[in-house]
């Protein structure tokens, strides 16, 4: 019994050191970045320069590290969700054994490659070929950090999407299947939709790692805060702004707090999006 | 086997299958079965389990082309028209020969998507014809005046027995001449099971039903002909009352009399 008990209360101490952890990561962000409302004012954030370090005037505008994030995971969503969707359909519903042998290898081979080297492939491989092909200046944009970005993010999107779609029962098919309807009318009218709630959550989770990633976009999208809708120029997401300027920022200053604000928009912006996957979720696992 | 036929003369045999022998990969499941189903009867299928009667059910309208390693030798005719034949349109062949399956399997979709899906997907699309359809299907199947206010609400939350007769209900919406059941009512509680019988029964005079069941009075209470297997062979098939009160077949009569399986 004193084992049992013992047991539980490791269990409850590790579960509640994570809640811990998050009210203590998020008190830190509030409380660095709180004087920053007084002085100069949130007003300051709403800006389309940022210009964090000046002998004229510092500014402080996120928008153009809001748009340069959005940007970039929005190409790359728009890439992995149709390739990933289709890749997955593929693998669990057409693909012979054989071929499923081979592809999925590869797919794990591709997820386990840290985002750094992924960098470099993007900085030697991709940047001067999107250079060349739109004749470019330079090859570090917005799409150059999309691609990379599509590439971390297809094998999670395939790896989940595939479970929930090979988790369909048989017998849905067996029952379409028999009242006459082919291999994709089956497919697309009967198990993807009830697999839809594990893609969604596929790509939700997808969404979350494009969106947090540093080292790749930080290395190839061109870093230049510069507010724009283009996909061929460079840009500057929120978390490469962090990553490149945290290490050398005066602690306490302006920009230091700005750089928390960036922290805690970004912490924002995720939590909206899951609150957004828990909803679909819960209204299409009602269906299932 | 010589022996005077049990169909009277004008009985018009809907299936016919001819020497059928089936392989599971290298595993042969039916051993040379020739045998002559009447159309607008209820044929039942009986036997031990393992005996091959899903298999060869599986035969009317291909779905054991969905298991991959099968092979079939022999014929197998619907209405004359050999279905194995190279070129044949097993989407047609379905449309014609429902199946309904021992775990019902309703979509987890609304009731009225399950019943008009079907439809739908051989490009019915006018929703006052659909709506039509669904209507007929589900009094036809004796569901009507449960769910016709609910027609919206997912199917999965109806009863065991009430998703079975939808499933009956969505077989017969794309409009079949033959019905194909597998132990349908082998998961049902027997309130259910005497549903789904009185069903059929109301079913027989329209449609060629051909049943699988492990439930001997089942098939006595049910069915015009009965078929028993043995192990891959088809041992004997006769009129329902002559295989329950005279069988010809050793193995038929221990069989129903409960010696084995
Ligand atoms: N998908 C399959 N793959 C391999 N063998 C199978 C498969 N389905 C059935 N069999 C084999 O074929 C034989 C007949 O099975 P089945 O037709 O399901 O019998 P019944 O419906 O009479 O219980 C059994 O020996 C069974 O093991
Ligand atoms: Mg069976």
């Known amino acids: ?288 | 086997m010589v022996e005077t036929s049990p169909f009277p003369a004008d009985t018009e045999h809907v299936i016919t299958t001819s020497k059928v022998n089936f392989f599971y990969g290298a595993t042969q499941a039916l051993f040379d079965i020739t045998m002559d189903i009447p159309g607008r009867r209820v044929t039942a299928f009986i036997g031990p389990s393992g005996c091959g009667k899903s298999t060869f059910l599986r035969i009317f309208n291909r779905m054991n082309d969905t298991i991959a390693g099968t092979r079939l030798e022999g014929d197998v005719r619907i209405n004359g028209e050999d279905i194995y034949r190279n070129g044949s349109n097993v989407v047609r062949l379905r449309r014609k020969v429902g199946m309904v399956f021992q775990k019902s399997n309703p979509f987890p979709k609304s009731i009225f998507d399950n019943v008009a899906y079907g439809p739908r997907i051989h490009g019915t699309h006018d929703k006052q014809q659909l709506a039509e359809i669904v209507e007929k299907s589900l009094i036809r199947s004796a569901l009507w005046d449960e769910v016709k206010d609910r027609l919206e609400s997912n199917a999965l939350g109806l009863s065991g027995g009430q998703q079975q007769r939808l499933c009956i209900a969505r077989a017969l919406a794309v409009g079949p001449e033959i019905l194909l059941m597998d132990e349908p009512a082998s998961a049902l509680d027997p309130k259910s099971t005497i549903r789904i019988e009185d069903l059929i029964g109301e079913l027989r005079n329209e449609y060629t039903i051909v049943i699988v069941t492990h439930n001997m009075q089942q098939a006595a209470r049910i069915s015009d002909y009965t078929a028993f297997f043995y192990e891959g062979h088809l041992v004997e098939f006769n009129a329902t009352k002559k295989i329950f009160t005279k069988p010809r077949e050793k193995q038929t009569e221990d069989y129903i009399t409960g010696r084995f399986g």
């Open chain 1, 1 to 288: 019994m004193w084992k049992d008990k013992a047991m539980r209360l490791l269990m409850l101490s590790a579960a509640s050191t994570s809640i811990f952890l998050v009210a203590l990561i998020f008190i830190f962000l509030m409380k660095e970045s709180a004087p920053f409302v007084l002085k100069p004012g949130l007003g300051a954030l709403i800006d389309r320069q940022w210009i964090p370090v000046s002998f004229v005037e510092e500014h402080f505008g996120i928008l153009p590290l809001v748009t340069g994030s959005a940007l970039v995971t929005g190409l790359s969503m728009l890439f992995t969700i149709p390739l990933s969707v289709l890749g997955a359909i593929y693998i669990a519903e057409i693909a012979s054994p054989v071929e499923r042998e081979i592809l999925k290898p590869f797919i794990e081979l591709l997820a386990s490659i840290p985002s750094v080297v992924l960098g470099f492939f993007g900085l030697v491989v991709l940047a001067p070929l999107i250079k060349n092909l739109f004749g470019l200046g330079t090859g570090l944009t917005a799409l150059t950090g999309a691609l990379l970005l599509t590439l971390m993010a297809i094998p999670t999107v395939i790896t989940l999407s595939e479970d929930a779609i090979m988790s369909v029962p048989r017998a849905y098919k067996d029952a379409s299947q028999a009242l006459g309807a082919s291999d994709l009318q089956t497919i697309f009218q009967v198990i993807i939709p009830a697999a839809l709630p594990g893609i969604i959550a596929a790509i939700m989770l997808g969404v979350g790692r494009v969106i947090g990633e540093t080292m790749a976009v930080l290395m190839v999208t061109g870093n230049s805060a510069i507010m724009t809708w283009s996909p061929l120029a460079p840009v500057r997401t929120m978390t490469a702004t962090i990553a490149a300027e945290m290490g050398e920022v005066s602690f306490g200053s302006m920009h230091y707090q700005a750089l928390f604000w960036i922290g805690l928009v970004l912490l924002a912006v995720t939590f909206v999006l899951n609150v957004i996957a828990q909803r679909v979720l819960v209204r299409y696992g009602m269906m299932k």
